[in-house]
């Protein structure tokens, strides 16, 4: 199943970490950062690594590294978890499985709900019984005229 731009969404609010590296931090940083000497396992090249909470911090965070002309790199990891599983598969939508989550709910609260029962004798019922019909009167051929 192809992503939806709303699973695209998703994925961009709870799955992707943004991960500024540099070597030398910049005077102000703003709000929402969190700074960690850099792990082994990203090369060894960069002393720290910026961690953003939000988008605006991320911007605000490389204009201020571009404005003090520091080297930076930035990249993009995913978290790791519940949301990496429901978000991170690419050939399924996580909107679509809801949607037919949802679907199948209701089919069955449907079906369990007694409604279709209802409906089949209610819809069935004969609306003229035979019992309330009237009998036809039987004419007597002897006294016809």
Same mark, same amino acid.
């Given at each position: 199943? !192809? !992503?939806?731009?709303?699973?695209?969404?998703?994925?961009?609010?709870?799955?992707?970490?943004?991960?500024?590296?540099?070597?030398?931090?910049?005077?102000?940083?703003?709000?929402?950062?969190?700074? $960690? $000497?850099?792990?082994?396992?990203?090369?060894?090249? /960069?002393?720290?690594?910026?961690?953003?909470?939000?988008?605006?911090?991320?911007? $605000?965070?490389?204009?201020?590294?571009?404005?003090?002309?520091?080297?930076?790199?930035?990249?993009?990891?995913?978290? !790791?978890?519940?949301?990496?599983?429901?978000?991170?598969?690419?050939?399924?939508?996580?909107?679509? !499985?809801?949607?037919?989550?949802?679907?199948?709910?209701?089919?069955?609260?449907?079906?369990?709900?007694?409604?279709?029962? /209802?409906?089949?004798?209610?819809?069935?019922?004969?609306?003229?019984?035979?019992?309330?019909?009237?009998?036809?009167?039987?004419?007597?051929?002897?006294?016809?005229?």
């Amino acid at each position: 199943m !192809q !992503q939806t731009s709303f699973d695209r969404y998703l994925a961009r609010k709870f799955l992707h970490v943004s991960h500024v590296y540099c070597n030398t931090l910049p005077k102000n940083l703003p709000r929402g950062i969190s700074v $960690e $000497e850099s792990p082994e396992g990203s090369g060894a090249r /960069y002393l720290y690594r910026v961690t953003p909470s939000n988008e605006k911090a991320l911007n $605000e965070l490389t204009t201020n590294l571009e404005a003090e002309n520091i080297t930076f790199t930035s990249r993009i990891t995913d978290k !790791q978890g519940i949301p990496n599983k429901l978000f991170n598969n690419p050939n399924k939508s996580f909107t679509m !499985q809801v949607a037919w989550l949802i679907l199948l709910i209701a089919l069955i609260s449907i079906a369990v709900s007694g409604l279709p029962v /209802y409906l089949w004798k209610t819809l069935s019922v004969d609306p003229d019984p035979i019992e309330k019909r009237e009998r036809p009167k039987i004419i007597d051929k002897s006294k016809l005229p």
